[in-house]
């Protein structure tokens, strides 16, 4: 028996309830499977559309005058409370399907960050509806907010994107998963909270889930850190006629295909960097990219990318 924290791309949800209702059952089934098989299960899963479709009703409401702004913490809370009930109520109708006695639980999940980051200097990460000029300098005096143009489009709100240094429900989600549950935590990468004197309060970012992951797993001791998104394997010249399929990535391989710049900063390199970190802290333990609905078979080597310590590096 493996335990395996999997991260899930944006290609397991959906960008609207109706479509991740769907999309959850396929994703539940895949999830299941890894169970069925013996192992246990924590799923991290990401909340860009959900998480800036929250953000843009309050934002829509706030400024026709029908309430106030919500903070961006509490539109994260809100992302993992409801993408979570949906994964709760596929996995568990799948478990029940495949009479496997165990529960799916969501934990609604605080990631401590820095505020020293250095990414609270440097907001990146946009979110909300889109604004014209004049409005975005009007909201920003007004609010304090930074706005950046996007692709022609308008102006966005833009917030930080900090590494995660701890988890706060750490222990309890040990516990559950010792208690034989499938735990569903750190969703859109944890909601971001610094320290507030003997507590901690919530800070306008958003953490990459991949790293969150990555740090889940680490902290658990998992064995397997499986990041699962829209493609197969990781690629060297992805987007050109002589692209590479990597089936395996030693440690010192993956840090120099960084320093190449083969991988895009928006899509694949966090979650190579994920892998690296949790490589690093747990030197027996391996990270695998791959597709969601081939999440077994990559965990049975037959497909992905395998991040493991030690070797030759692969030519």
Excluded: W
């Excluded at 143009?149 to 590494?163: I, L, N």
């Excluded at 797993?217 to 990781?234: G, N, P, Q, S």
């Amino acid at each position: 028996m493996s335990r395996i924290v999997v991260a899930l791309g944006g290609n397991a949800l959906g960008k609207n309830p109706l479509d991740q209702l769907k999309l959850v059952k396929k994703t539940a089934k895949q999830i299941v499977k890894i169970v069925e098989d013996g192992n246990e299960v924590i799923v991290v899963h990401g909340n860009g559309p959900q998480v800036g479709m929250i953000n843009l009703a309050f934002d829509f409401a706030c400024a026709n005058g029908e309430t106030a702004a919500m903070p961006f913490a509490e539109c994260g809370a809100m992302s993992q409370g409801y993408i979570g009930y949906h994964l709760q109520q596929s996995i568990d109708r799948e478990l029940r399907n495949r009479q496997i006695d165990k529960k799916a639980v969501t934990i609604i999940t605080q990631v401590e960050v820095d505020k020293k980051d250095t990414a609270f200097d440097n907001p990146t990460k946009p979110v909300g509806m889109f604004y014209s000029g004049d409005e975005a300098d009007k909201i920003s005096k007004e609010k304090g907010y930074i706005f950046t143009e996007d692709a022609g489009r308008g102006f966005r709100r833009v917030v930080p994107s900090p590494k995660p240094i701890s988890i706060l429900e750490q222990k309890i989600i040990e516990k559950l998963v010792r208690s034989g549950n499938i735990v569903i935590a750190c969703g859109g990468g944890g909601i971001p909270v610094i320290k507030d004197g003997s507590g901690y309060k919530g800070v306008d970012a958003v953490i990459d889930k991949d790293y969150a992951a990555s740090k889940l797993a680490t902290i658990l001791k998992a064995d397997i850190l499986l990041i699962l998104t829209a493609v197969d394997r990781v690629y060297i010249n992805y987007t050109k006629p002589n692209r590479i399929p990597l089936k395996k990535m030693y440690l010192e391989e993956a840090k120099e295909y960084i320093k190449q710049g083969y991988f895009a900063s928006g899509s694949m390199l966090p979650k190579v960097e994920a892998s690296i970190s949790f490589v690093e802290s747990r030197p027996k333990g391996l990270a695998i990219i791959s597709s969601l609905n081939k999440g077994l078979l990559a965990l049975q080597g037959k497909t992905g990318t395998r991040i493991e310590m030690g070797g030759k590096l692969v030519k």
